[in-house]
């Protein structure tokens, strides 16, 4: 079988900024007044007292949020914040607003019931702000959309970091698909994910039963570090930037890659190599079996694979020319049958993480058995069983120009 004859091309993706000086800190908030603030959602109240940001509850309302009228990427965060123990609270990044009224499906190991969002209502990222006991201060929630993306309650020190009834200092550093937060210098939450790559910040005052409750901010401050874009690797109307390779029936058809199976296994690979990388895709598999690889070497096709099943699997991660099937979904209850599926990969250093339609399908910290430091990426048509299967919307995750 032919083996990739490709020639060894190196481009890297930054993991951060050029090595430009970034810009200072500057104040969100200036003591005195409100002004790039605007409330949305809820009856909750905000006002200015002695240099602080004051949220009160309000009997009956819904979630409320004060948002900054200006959108961030990439950037550090810090605030500082005291919070009535009897009341939950947060700071959104990268959040926005539903346009109309939005069907959201959340999924947490077994399919939920759809929730219906009305317009106009805040999602996104939240940085969690909580009481002492439950531990959950510093993780990240999707408010109205995904809910829990990594909850800190069962990590023995970060879940203590927060104090309940003192000023408690966050830090929170945005960069790419990597969102970090820290609670009184304590590590807590490090999450991978690219849902969501700008957005407006916000302050959370929770619904709440009972009298009235406050949650307090003061020294907001960002460090703007611009932004990452995709960029895409496919122009839609040809195999320009890819290479076929072995087997199988590749086609341009509907600004997509078709491939069929044949007698032997057929792949598109990349001209261009990564070593860290946050990759993305669309796939439809309509039979057989397919893969999405990273960090493939040219001559072995050793790499990293995302594995794709029209019946199960999807998701996984398989490691070809090693240890085959490592982690994942035994099913494809996150798959939508016969249709388009969006697919991103994340490989930085050893860590690997893998979504399927937002959903984190694998989350390895520290792959200590990954031996690949760069490679091709490619599309796989099987030829084990007869194969149908589309790609389009191949891109990766660059630093925006400045």
């Known amino acids: 079988m032919r083996r990739f004859v490709l020639s060894t091309i190196a481009l890297p993706l930054a993991a951060g900024l050029a090595a430009a000086a970034a810009p200072g800190f500057v104040p969100l908030f200036n003591g005195k007044s409100l002004d790039g603030w605007e409330v949305c959602n809820g009856k909750a109240s905000y006002r200015v007292e002695k240099g602080e940001i004051v949220?009160?509850?309000?009997?009956?309302?819904?979630?409320?949020?004060?948002?900054?009228?200006?959108?961030?990427?990439?950037?550090?965060?810090?605030?500082?914040?005291?919070?009535?123990?009897a009341l939950n609270s947060g700071v959104q990044i990268r959040s926005h607003r539903y346009p109309a009224?939005?069907?959201?499906?959340?999924?947490?190991?077994?399919?939920?019931s759809p929730r219906k969002q009305p317009a106009g209502r805040v999602y996104g990222y939240q940085v969690e702000i909580a009481d002492e006991k439950s531990g959950a201060s510093g993780g990240i929630y999707d408010e109205a959309r995904r809910g829990w993306v990594h909850n800190i309650a069962s990590d023995p020190v970060a879940s203590k970091a927060f104090r309940d009834n003192q000023w408690n200092k966050y830090r929170v550093e945005a960069r790419g698909d990597r969102i970090r937060t820290w609670i009184n210098g304590v590590p807590c939450a490090d999450l991978v994910d690219s849902m969501d790559l700008t957005g407006f910040v916000?302050?959370?005052?929770?619904?709440?039963?009972?009298?009235?409750?406050?949650?307090?901010?003061?020294?907001v401050r960002i460090q703007d570090l611009g932004r990452h874009e995709w960029r895409s690797l496919t122009d839609g109307r040809t195999m320009k930037g890819w290479t076929h390779d072995g087997g199988g029936d590749w086609?341009?058809?509907?600004?997509?890659?078709?491939?069929?199976?044949?007698?032997?296994?057929?792949?598109?690979?990349?001209?261009?190599?990564?070593?860290?990388?946050?990759?993305?895709?669309?796939?439809?598999?309509?039979?057989?079996?397919?893969?999405?690889?990273?960090?493939?070497?040219?001559?072995?096709?050793?790499?990293?694979?995302?594995?794709i099943d029209s019946?199960?699997?999807?998701?996984?991660?398989w490691e070809v020319g090693g240890r085959n099937w490592v982690t994942g979904p035994e099913d494809n209850a996150v798959v939508v049958k016969n249709d388009w599926n969006l697919i991103t990969a994340s490989l930085r250093g050893r860590r690997i993480v893998f979504h399927v339609n937002g959903n984190k399908?694998?989350?390895?910290?520290?792959?200590?058995?990954g031996k690949i430091d760069a490679g091709r990426l490619a599309i796989q048509?099987?030829?084990?069983?007869?194969?149908?299967?589309?790609?389009?919307?191949?891109?990766?995750?660059?630093?925006a120009k400045r």
């Open 55 to 85: 949220g009160t509850t309000a009997e009956g309302s819904p979630n409320s949020f004060l948002c900054t009228k200006k959108e961030y990427g990439d950037f550090v965060l810090e605030f500082e914040t005291k919070t009535d123990p």
């Open 101 to 112: 009224e939005t069907i959201v499906q959340t999924f947490d190991g077994k399919q939920t």
């Open 202 to 219: 916000a302050l959370q005052v929770h619904a709440y039963k009972g009298p009235q409750t406050e949650v307090r901010w003061r020294n």
């Open 251 to 307: 086609k341009v058809e509907e600004g997509a890659f078709h491939g069929t199976s044949t007698s032997s296994p057929g792949y598109l690979v990349s001209d261009e190599s990564f070593k860290d990388v946050t990759a993305r895709l669309k796939v439809k598999i309509l039979k057989g079996n397919s893969g999405f690889f990273l960090r493939a070497d040219p001559k072995t096709r050793a790499g990293y694979e995302v594995e």
């Open 311 to 317: 019946e199960k699997r999807t998701g996984g991660y």
């Open 361 to 369: 399908t694998v989350d390895i910290p520290e792959d200590t058995q």
């Open 381 to 399: 048509v099987h030829a084990r069983m007869p194969t149908d299967v589309w790609f389009k919307d191949i891109e990766v995750l660059v630093p």
